[in-house]
């Protein structure tokens, strides 16, 4: 009974929204003919196995995830590591590195595209000047380049995450278990391996699978700046959802392709915990 409100909550704001776009991810619900509204069954999701732009958006999907995820959760485990130490200026350093957490997404994309930018951009500026290359690149216009400037900004974005997140960890680490490695002789190699990610493994766990979740679920970045272009080559599957339903006017196909979406983020989860364990994470 107590916990009763804070559920009707959940179910409004969430499962009607969730259970109304199953409903018409089983109709023709295209506002381009808004009287042809009409029950088509499993035609939208047969679609998504017949149409040729899925498979390729799915593939830049799971690209666009996995090296993002990777370079994040490396680069904010090493920010971790040094920010636990103690050093000058210690406070200042972190609300420094800490600060791209707090900038919207759309902005750190109209950064980025600047940065890339084909005529104006600081990358080919410095390039240039270096000798590295003889004419400008289209980083944005290019598909051969195209994913590489919002997967940088994307791994810009998320580092203070996993910084802030694994850094909460290493400081609940008790300070008798390092003595104790290092009465035993340890190596700072083997106290990493041995001491310090498994005692944080929960954490390790539970951030990555949420990371994979935002990241998969985010596409504001590529939106600002290549809007999934060029020829879908930046394209993933959220943006690709709000394509089809608000510039294709096909709500039908694109709330089938947000269930396909739940569907690999519900099973990517369930493989995950199973595979990494979570239930006996914490113990030693």
């Known amino acids: 009974m107590l916990l009763l409100p804070a559920l009707l909550i959940v179910v409004g704001f969430m499962g009607y929204p969730l259970l109304y776009s199953v409903r018409i991810s089983f109709l023709n ?12 069954g499993f035609d939208n999701y047969r679609k998504l196995f017949t149409d040729s732009e899925i498979k390729y958006v799915l593939l830049n ?23 636990n130490k103690k050093f000058f200026g210690k406070k200042i ?26 005529h104006s951009g600081i990358l080919n ?12 690149i289209s980083w944005l216009g290019d598909g051969k380049y195209a ?12 580092i203070p995450f996993f910084g802030i997140m694994i850094l909460a960890a290493l400081q609940s680490i008790p300070t008798d278990i390092f003595d104790s490695a290092n009465i035993d002789g340890c190596s700072g190699i083997q106290k990493l391996f041995y001491v310090i990610i498994p005692f944080i493994k929960p954490t390790i766990i539970m951030t990555l ?9 985010s596409p504001d970045i590529i939106y600002i700046m290549t809007g999934g272009g060029p020829a879908n080559a930046s394209n993933i599957l959220s ?15 694109g709330a089938a392709v ?20 979570y239930e006996r994470s914490g113990d030693f």
């Open 209 to 217: 699978l949420l990371r994979v979740i935002w990241v998969f679920n």
């Open 147 to 158: 994913m590489i400037g919002p997967i940088t900004g994307m791994i810009w974005y998320g």
């Open 29 to 40: 619900y295209n506002l381009m003919a808004p009287n042809d509204v009409r029950f088509i």
């Open 258 to 277: 947000g269930i396909l979406m739940m569907a690999l983020l519900v099973l990517y989860a369930l493989v995950f915990l199973t595979l990494t364990r």
């Open 61 to 83: 999907s799971i690209k666009w995830v996995v090296t993002v995820v990777f370079f994040q959760f490396i680069l904010g485990f090493i920010l971790a590591m040094l920010l």
């Open 125 to 136: 500026f410095m390039l240039l000047k270096l000798g590295i290359i003889d004419s400008p």
């Open 93 to 118: 350093y972190q609300s420094v590195v800490f600060l791209p957490w707090a900038v919207s997404g759309f902005l750190i994309g109209l950064i980025f595209k600047w940065v890339y930018s084909e």
């Open 239 to 253: 943006l690709y959802v709000f394509n089809q339903a608000f510039y294709s006017l096909d709500f039908g196909y």
